[in-house]
């Protein structure tokens, strides 16, 4: 009761205009009673939900760390990303933080923006990771962060309407344009995505047909104007075959009421996203990474890009080193923050988070299905570059293709346009 009624007052304190947690400006500041302590803050963005298994983990370490006690900020995703830019530029951040991939690049180019927590290997455990795991937060040889949970793109497959089609689960591309030519009688679309996922499908199909790559290793676009007309080519024939569900008409609805018999979406919270529909009984199943042949096995480049769902740093200006890496080891490989968190961040791939979840049974869900496919093939995967996230990328592409769709500019006409505007935007 009385850490309830202090979250209320927290959050009577930092809005006055809106419920807990709701503002897209504000930051809630909960707790920092550190009479006697020495004080650390935590600053993690997300749902109500997510704020209360983290305040009651914090409440676990602070049991555990009498001598530390911690003050937390958190908010939704727009206040806390515009609040971190505040605090980065200002040298005023949280001690530990939970971060984005692209921040690194943004905040630590040089690898000295967050502490080093290689210098801290003697209370952060880094043997439950791998070193490629660790990869994703090193620059300059500097762990700048460690990933809570790896995320790519899955799609995920109505298996119900599928059966009903006397249709196998799609393996190849060509299924997909097969399975339109009975599905689009009835007004169904074998798949459906957004902008940004159809972005990654057509640039998983130029890697894997032409063997280029959309980025270089040092994050660069590498798309010439052939691979981008290569990439209008393909979404052109999705669209006019029916394969693909109008971009501006898909959305989860779309999916959920069978109007798409497969969707193309993130991994992490896949089990959430599709509990209403598991409720129902519809059975929901990861697709294979679609291939030329059919086989995974028969390439060496999906074309499909791996990122961490979210990172923990430490601030490069922390006062409290030892007491902030014994929060981030808590957090990240302790038995009590991953029953408390379970896969709520992702599939955690901390060696000892994930067998707490193994021997607990809270690893029946899509989420771990789909993220056992994405460790299997691994050596097939690339490392996330920022830049492919970019809307100025993404967005550029799917805007500039709508010429080419419907028939504005020819296929070298749009490519080009899309050239210009993407390297311009970079």
Known sequence: MKRF???????????????CGKSGDDIIVYGGNTENKKQISLAWWGNDARASYTMDGVSAFEQLNPEIGVKCKYGVWAGYTKRQNIYMLSHDEPDVMQINFDWIRTYSPDGKGFYDMNRLSDIIDLSNFEDKDLSYGMVEGRLNAIPIALNTHCIFVNKDIYDKYGLDIPKSWDDYFNAAKV???????????GDKQLFFLAVAYLEQTTGHSACTVDGELSLTKEDIAVMLEFYGRMHDEKVLMPIKSSDFASFANGISAATLRWISGSQTMFDGLFKEEVHIVPA????????????????????PATLYAISGNTEHPKEAAKLVNFLLNSEEMAMLQKTEKGIPISKSALKVLQE??????????????????????KM???????????????????????????????????????????
């Open 5 to 19: 009624i202090g979250i209320m007052l927290a959050c009577v304190t930092a809005l006055s205009t809106a419920g």
């Open 183 to 193: 599905m689009k009688a009835d007004g169904i679309y074998p798949i459906s995505m």
């Open 288 to 307: 294979p990474y679609p291939t030329i042949s059919g086989s995974v096995d028969d390439t060496d480049d999906l074309g499909w890009y791996v990122k």
């Open 360 to 381: 607990n049974g809270q690893l029946d869900n899509i989420d771990y299905v789909a993220t056992e496919a994405m460790f299997n093939y691994r050596d097939k995967l």
């Open 384 to 426: 996330m570059q920022p830049i492919l996230k970019k809307e100025s990328t993404f967005l550029t592409f799917f805007e500039g293709a709508q010429y080419y769709l419907y028939k504005q500019q020819t296929l070298d006409e749009a490519a080009e346009n899309i050239y210009n505007n993407i390297y311009s935007n970079k």
